[in-house]
Nanobody
């Protein structure tokens, strides 16, 4: 599956953004989808994942601020980012795999990333 992420940008603290990920391939609905992020000098970490059955998993730092969703008809995955903080600044990657887990090695396909910058 090929993935194309979009929607990043530069915003101020407290703002919202909606990231989108367009996927190709006939079996999109069978994939677990995820969003990871990586800030400079830090490891890649899970932001949110959603299984083929639409169970969701979030990183501990999310604390109810972000929401992942998917549209299997449009082959899209979304990440709604609310109450953004400067520490949310990172490149956000869309990914597809067979299981919705916190481990990036469980995801085999990665998009190119979209940059989110949050200023104070």
């Amino acid at each position: 599956v090929q993935l194309q992420a979009s929607g990043g940008g530069s915003v101020q603290t407290g703002s919202s953004l909606r990231l989108s990920c367009a996927a190709s391939g006939r079996t999109f609905s069978t994939y677990a989808m995820g969003w990871f992020r990586q800030a400079p000098g830090k490891e890649r970490e899970l932001v949110a994942a959603i299984s083929s059955g639409e169970r969701t998993l979030y990183g501990d730092f999310v604390k109810g601020r972000f929401t992942i969703s998917r549209d299997n008809v449009k082959k899209m995955v979304y990440l709604q980012l609310n109450s953004l903080k400067p520490e949310d600044t990172a490149v956000y990657y869309c990914t597809a795999g067979w299981r919705a887990t916190m481990n990036p090695t469980d995801f085999g396909s990665w998009g190119q990333g979209t940059l989110v910058t949050v200023s104070s």
